[in-house]
T-cell receptor, first 112, second 116 residues
Framework: DGGITQSPKYLFRKEGQNVTLSCEQN?????MYWYRQDPGQGLRLIYYSQIVNDFQKGDIAEGYSVSREKKESFPLTVTSAQKNPTAFYLC???????????FGSGTRLTVV | AQKITQTQPGMFVQEKEAVTLDCTYDTSDQSYGLFWYKQPSSGEMIFLIY??????QNATEGRYSLNFQKARKSANLVISASQLGDSAMYFC?????????????FGQGTELSVKP
């Protein structure tokens, strides 16, 4: 079945380390998005990509980096510059139709 | 700037009763889309219903309906005949214009608790 796979489900990071969150889709969607969710809050956009080899910053891009070398993959790296990285991270993709957004199951990142 | 506002942090409803979750939005675009998502404690985002800005009829999907009042810029979600499984966080979201990447902007969410 088609969908978005995020891995790992849970991730623990020591302060000062970079970590990479995986997002893979087999839906043939062009656009992909990364959101951050803090407890009791809505989703905030980190980065998005509309086509391969192109991506744009969202509202809270500082301390994060992404790549889009393949249509299927949109990994997010949380760098040591991100001061408060503990959060729930959701990846999404979109077709050309209005309600064609699909979300992954998320990764919970905790700094220890 | 485009914005979504959900003013009800938490709501309680009795099982089998109807409940309305409020959502107001602000945009200068003529073409936009409004979505409602359900997020259970597992964290997944479940799509519930969509309303396009040019749609004249209110959207309905089973027990969910969207009360779209364009002039008031509101897009309230109505859940009829609430079930215990409806207990979750509910998010209203707006799609920005395609020239801006079709991004979704989310409200802060409403936590719905259904009482037996």
């Amino acid at each position: 079945d088609g969908g978005i796979t995020q891995s790992p489900k849970y991730l623990f990071r020591k302060e000062g380390q970079n970590v990479t969150l995986s997002c893979e889709q087999n839906l043939n969607h062009d656009a992909m998005y990364w959101y951050r969710q803090d407890p009791g809050q809505g989703l905030r956009l980190i980065y998005y990509s509309q086509i391969v080899n192109d991506f744009q910053k969202g509202d809270i891009a500082e301390g994060y980096s992404v790549s889009r070398e393949k249509k299927e993959s949109f990994p997010l790296t949380v760098t040591s510059a991100q001061k408060n990285p503990t959060a729930f991270y959701l990846c999404a993709s979109r077709t050309g139709i209005n309600y064609g957004y699909t979300f992954g199951s998320g990764t919970r990142l905790t700094v220890v | 700037a485009q914005k979504i506002t959900q003013t009800q942090p938490g709501m309680f409803v009795q099982e089998k009763e109807a409940v309305t979750l409020d959502c107001t939005y602000d945009t200068s675009d003529q073409s936009y889309g409004l979505f409602w998502y359900k997020q259970p404690s597992s964290g997944e985002m479940i799509f519930l219903i969509y309303q396009g800005s040019y749609d004249e009829q209110n959207a309905t999907e089973g027990r969910y309906s969207l009360n779209f009042q364009k002039a008031r810029k509101s897009a309230n979600l109505v859940i009829s005949a609430s079930q215990l499984g409806d207990s979750a966080m509910y998010f209203c979201a707006m799609r920005e214009g395609w020239s801006q990447g079709g991004k979704l902007i989310f409200g802060q969410g409403t936590e719905l608790s259904v009482k037996p």
